[in-house]
């Protein structure tokens, strides 16, 4: 079946380093995808997506490109903050208006 | 934009006891789903509606659990009774119908079971 692999976390950087967190899918046709971010004690919010291949995404300073030939979208950003410690989910959502199939999530601690 | 509702955003109660936890999706959306997330086994999706119609309930994880979608403005998850397992953040999320229409959160209910 479809499904998102994360890289395994914590992943804890100083403030203004490079952040790059992997995900690789697995689906057949050609999924939307998306990074969801959860600050702690809040529900799941959309940080960015892509819908179709080659497609970059792009919001508050992080970026992924949706690579079909490598079935990744890995998120990055070029300088942290601390107000970026989270939890980062990346998804996909396939055709017919079907649920969205999560990562298990990686958390983010960023400090000063 | 309000936003997704949900209510409680806590919930405390004892094994053997009935729970219920309600969700108002966006105007105009025309999906819901339910979804639990606790550290073990992350986000799960419960069961989601389309017009108000259950879709797919597999991921209920035992008869205990039921849903409803009465109308577009509410729906409701039941546990009865509650377990101890239960205790979990369930979160609501509703969206559009549609393939790119990114899913939007309620801000979750914190259930625990004694």
């Known amino acids: 079946g479809d499904s998102v692999t994360q890289m395994e976390g914590p992943v804890t950087l100083s403030e203004e380093a490079f952040l790059t967190i992997n995900c690789t899918y697995t689906a057949t046709g050609y999924p939307s995808l998306f990074w969801y971010v959860q600050y702690p004690g809040e529900g799941l919010q959309l940080l960015l997506k892509?819908?179709?291949?080659?497609d970059k995404g792009s919001n508050k300073g992080f970026e992924a490109t949706y690579r079909k030939e490598t079935t990744s979208f890995h998120l990055e950003k070029g300088s942290v903050q601390v107000s970026d410690s989270a939890v980062y989910f990346c998804a996909l959502r396939k055709s017919g208006n079907t649920p969205l199939v999560f990562g298990k999530g990686t958390r983010l601690s960023v400090i000063a | 934009d309000a936003g997704v509702i949900q209510s409680p955003r806590h919930e405390v109660t004892e094994m053997g006891q009935e729970v219920t936890l309600r969700c108002k999706p966006i105007s105009g959306h025309n999906s819901l789903f339910w979804y639990r997330q606790t550290m073990m086994r992350g986000l799960e999706l419960l069961i989601y509606?389309?017009?108000?119609?259950?879709?797919?309930d597999s991921g209920m994880p035992e008869d205990r659990f039921s849903a409803k979608m009465p109308n577009a403005s509410f729906s409701t998850l039941k546990i009865q009774p509650s377990e101890p397992r239960d205790s979990a953040v369930y979160f609501c999320a509703s969206s559009l119908w549609a393939d790119n229409s990114p899913l939007h959160f309620g801000n979750g209910t914190r259930l625990t079971v004694t």
């Open positions: 509606f389309n017009n108000n119609v259950p879709i797919d």
């Open positions: 892509a819908t179709k291949a080659d």
